[in-house]
């Protein structure tokens, strides 16, 4: 069974640092990796996804990796701002089977 | 474009009463999703469409039913709502090629 795991559970920084969320997953045969954010209170929003035949991909000040052999994806915010605030949730797609498996969150508190 | 519409937004039932979750999307996508989001929990899989005609049981599908009405439309029914669902419930749809998911921005609901 699949089990995505996101370290750390919660972090604060100053504003205008650079950081960096980790995600573990436990079987590399995934499809694609997503990365999400969720306001308090709202749905998620989609920020960034990448196919398992990349190994990154980039918005804005947003950079999210992928190593599938080592079941490992980064999320990387340049610059942070506060309204970076929000919990971010890693998820998978196991190849062949369209369900997500979602992380356990990091929720991030840039303080101004 | 919409994405993905989710209605109601909020509602507040008592015990065995029943309600259909309306989920509409308008981004041709073949698969849709229903999840619920509960504190400490995350988010989990209640059922799911792969395509038109079909559904499958999720993680959590005990207590619910679902109807994959058209492409366009997957609606999730309580038939005797119970204290335990209440919950925050998230409709998603899929891009089948390239995989990336679409969330509503969801329905809290309160059984009392």
């Known amino acids: 069974k699949q089990e995505v795991t996101q370290i750390p559970a919660a972090l604060s920084v100053p504003e205008g640092e650079n950081l960096v969320l980790n995600c573990s997953f436990t079987?590399?045969?995934?499809?694609?990796l997503q990365w999400f954010r969720q306001d308090p209170g709202k749905g998620l929003t989609s920020l960034l996804l990448i196919q398992s035949s990349q190994r990154e991909q980039t918005s804005g000040r947003l950079n999210a990796s992928l190593d599938k052999s080592s079941g490992r994806s980064t999320l990387y915010i340049a610059a942070s701002q506060p309204g970076d605030s929000a919990t971010y949730l890693c998820a998978v797609v196991r190849g062949g089977n369209e369900k997500l498996t979602f992380g356990t969150g990091t929720r991030l508190t840039i303080i101004p | 474009n919409a994405g993905v519409t989710q209605t109601p937004k909020f509602q507040v039932l008592k015990t065995g009463q029943s309600m259909t979750l309306q989920c509409a999307q308008d981004m041709n996508h073949n698969s849709m999703y229903w999840y619920r989001q509960d504190p400490g929990m995350g988010l989990r899989l209640i059922y799911y469409?792969?395509?038109?005609?079909?559904?499958d049981k999720g993680e959590v599908p005990n207590g619910y039913n679902v109807s994959r009405l058209n492409k366009r439309e997957f609606s999730l029914r309580l038939e005797s709502a119970a204290p335990s669902q209440t919950s925050v419930y998230f409709c998603?749809?899929?891009?089948?090629?390239?995989?990336?998911?679409?969330f509503g921005s969801g329905t809290r609901l309160t059984v009392v």
């Open positions: 469409s792969a395509s038109e005609g079909t559904t």
């Open positions: 079987d590399s045969a995934i499809y694609n």
């Open positions: 998603a749809s899929s891009d089948r090629d390239r995989g990336g998911y679409t």
